[in-house]
């Protein structure tokens, strides 16, 4: 029996064939790359969305000053020319 008998108290262990590791690797990574690409790409989505917040704040904490910066530039050189 394989596995833990619990008549004996031992634990039998089966040995896995070379042929078995390889069909079990080859399942694996045919699955991943599916599913790896996907994840990838809703990561990737939801960086962008994180970024996109981040800029939408500092926008709304610091846009006033900087339209004012810029108003204050803009003034500067027409009185210059």
């Known amino acids: 029996m394989e596995g ?3 008549n004996n108290n031992e634990i ?3 040995k896995i064939s070379d042929n078995q ?9 045919n ?5 790896c690409k996907a994840q990838a790409m809703v990561e990737y989505i939801l960086l962008i969305m994180l ?6 704040g500092a926008f709304a904490a610091f846009g006033h000053q900087i339209g004012n ?4 530039a803009n003034t500067e050189i ?3 020319g």
Do not use: E, P, Y
């Open 69 to 72: 910066m810029t108003n204050d």
């Open 4 to 6: 833990f008998d619990s």
């Open 12 to 14: 039998t262990i089966k």
């Open 78 to 80: 027409s009185n210059v």
């Open 21 to 29: 590791i390889n069909r079990v690797m080859f399942m694996l990574k």
């Open 31 to 35: 699955k991943c790359s599916s599913n």
């Open 51 to 56: 970024i996109a917040i981040v800029a939408l």
